[in-house]
């Protein structure tokens, strides 16, 4: 692709510049299956219920989502709430403690092929920002060692004491593309869930790539996605 018709790169971080989805995902199907069993659920939760409706939502919203498929109404009680409550912040929070018991403990590397994209576009001048649901991206980046190529970063703690709504909604990448001084239509995100892409393509930004890490390119591109790559080497310049 030719980068030069663009001036900045706003990237989403799980799945797209590190492996943390799949420790998102670990987290999901361990809180979920386990609320299910102890209602007397049998059917499980799955993967394809994480790309349905979890895979880049904000944590309450992939919580909410993923119940209302089931039909199960939970109060939506507070952020501040235990992670023993069984309310929706509550199984997020579940959620949560689970996620960074993994990171602690495992620890992520970045994709060396983002780490390429990343250097080349660093050398060419490209602004860059991080544009992630998770409450816990500057933890990841800082775990990475990716932190400091981020001038901005809107992670879902960011959205939520700006008031911005999460993706599907085009605000957090619209935000950053104000704080990066760049418009819209020069900017490019950089998504590997379809509520991403959607988001970019809802912000009516310069171009929408998705990147292939279990979602199907068939639904990147239906979701919105101009072009779809499994790996962000191949958008070396």
Sequence with gaps: MDWNAYDAALFDLDGVLTPTAEVHMRAWDEMFNAY??????????????????????????????????RGIELPEGDPSDSPEAETVSGLGNRKNDAFNA???????????????LLDALAERGTKMAVVS??????????????????PVVVSGAVAAELGLAGKPSPETFLHAARELGVDKDRAVVLEDAT??????????FGLVVGVDRGAGADGLTDAGADVVVTDLEELLP
């Design 36 to 69: 299910l069993t102890s209602k007397g659920i049998e059917e499980p939760y799955t993967d394809q219920d994480y790309f349905d409706h979890v895979d880049g939502r904000p944590r309450y919203d992939g919580v909410r989502a993923f119940l209302t498929s």
């Design 102 to 116: 993994v990171l602690a403990r495992d620890g992520v590397e970045a994709y060396a092929g983002s780490i390429r």
């Design 133 to 150: 649901s998770s409450k816990n991206a500057p933890a990841v980046l800082e775990a990475a060692g990716i932190a400091d190529r981020f």
């Design 195 to 204: 509520s991403g892409v959607k988001a970019g393509r809802d912000g009516d």
